[in-house]
């Protein structure tokens, strides 16, 4: 007998995002006009961005995390990131949940946060 509720060995942490819908790319761009105050890096390329989901009507869901829990900003980034995104040409609407697994690493950096910050 198997532990039905334990996740299906190969199913991913992060959901898959809607990188094929038209509007991605735009939102990807207004993702990265983010910033976590403590770090001069975009919050796209920092990986604090798991998924954004578009419905086929445009509605735009998005899963994001911090880089620490105790963040000092942590009730104000996803609404910075909705306020980024809402406006944008076919959005209807936004909502951005906020997420601690899995929990962020520098790992999941853009190579080129890395370089900004120094680490490569």
Known sequence: MTDQTAPMEGTPLIQPSSTD??????????CRTVYDPEIPVNIYDLGLIYTISITDESDVFIKM???APGCP?????????????APLAGV????????????WGMDM??????LELGFM
């Open 21 to 30: 819908h038209p509007l991605y790319d735009n939102i990807v761009e207004a």
């Open 65 to 67: 995390s911090l880089t």
């Open 73 to 85: 900003v942590a009730g104000e980034m996803p609404g910075w990131v909705a306020d980024a995104v």
């Open 92 to 103: 209807k609407t936004v909502d951005v949940e906020l997420v601690w697994e899995p929990q």
């Open 109 to 114: 950096m853009s190579d080129e946060a890395r």
